[in-house]
């Protein structure tokens, strides 16, 4: 079956280290997403890719960082400027360019990243 | 800028009920319009989706939502809850490209027998 796969489910890393999150899709989209989710908060958008070896800024991008060098494969680092990284990371991805509304976002199960 | 607003935090209904979720938004035309359903732990998935033409949009799992414009609104509709509809629903609206989604803060629905 085709899907995304975030790995891992959990998380824990000691304050001060930068740690990678890894999305993985075998659905052949174009454009991968990463979001954040806060409990009583909607999605927020952390950053995104169109294609590969490109990818924008979202809403909330200081403190991360991404690369896009296969179309497969979309992870974020959360650096330690990141002045509140636990939360849950969700990634996405639609099968056209980010800009094309007729492509639904397909969601990975998440990582829950806890930071002590 | 676009804004959505989920008036209900949390909703409780008995199984078999009929069920109602609230999603009113801000923007200055009419917008894309869209429910997804997060099961605990899980990612989000698409329920339907409002573009343009017939308000009255169906959906997978039974359910509907009727883009009113005059209100602002599009609310979640199902006639008839199952146990396994528990879980958060959140209402996201945009210009267009999924880039620009602005999501709510989400509805948590509890399903009681």
């Known amino acids: 079956d085709g899907g995304i796969t975030q790995s891992p489910k959990y998380l824990f890393r000691k304050e001060g280290q930068n740690v990678t999150l890894s999305c993985e899709q075998n659905?052949?989209?174009?454009?991968m997403y990463w979001y954040r989710q806060d409990p009583g908060q909607g999605l927020r958008l952390i950053y995104y890719?169109?294609?590969?070896?490109d990818f924008q800024k979202g809403d909330i991008a200081e403190g991360y960082s991404v690369s896009r060098e296969k179309k497969e494969s979309f992870p974020l680092t959360v650096t330690s400027a990141q002045k509140n990284p636990t939360a849950f990371y969700l990634c996405?991805?639609?099968?056209w360019g980010a800009g094309d509304y007729n492509s639904p976002l397909h969601f990975g199960n998440g990582t829950r990243l806890t930071v002590t | 800028a676009q804004s959505v607003t989920q008036p209900d935090i949390h909703i409780t209904v008995s199984e078999g009920a009929s069920l109602e979720l609230r999603c009113n938004y801000s923007?200055?035309?009419?917008?894309?319009l869209f429910w997804y359903v997060q099961s605990p732990g899980q990612g989000l998935q698409l329920l339907l989706k409002?573009?343009?033409?017939?308000?009255l949009v169906q959906g997978i799992k039974g359910f509907e939502a009727e883009f009113k414009r005059s209100q602002s609104s599009f609310n979640l509709r199902k006639p008839s809850v199952h146990w396994s509809d528990a879980a958060e629903y959140f209402c996201?609206?945009?210009?267009?490209?999924?880039?620009?989604?602005?999501f709510g803060t989400g509805t948590r629905l509890t399903i009681i027998p």
């Open positions: 890719s169109q294609i590969v070896n």
């Open positions: 659905l052949n989209h174009d454009a």
């Open positions: 996201a609206v945009g210009p267009g490209g999924n880039e620009k989604l602005t």
């Open positions: 996405a991805s639609s099968s």
């Open positions: 923007y200055g035309a009419t917008p894309y």
């Open positions: 409002y573009f343009s033409g017939d308000t």
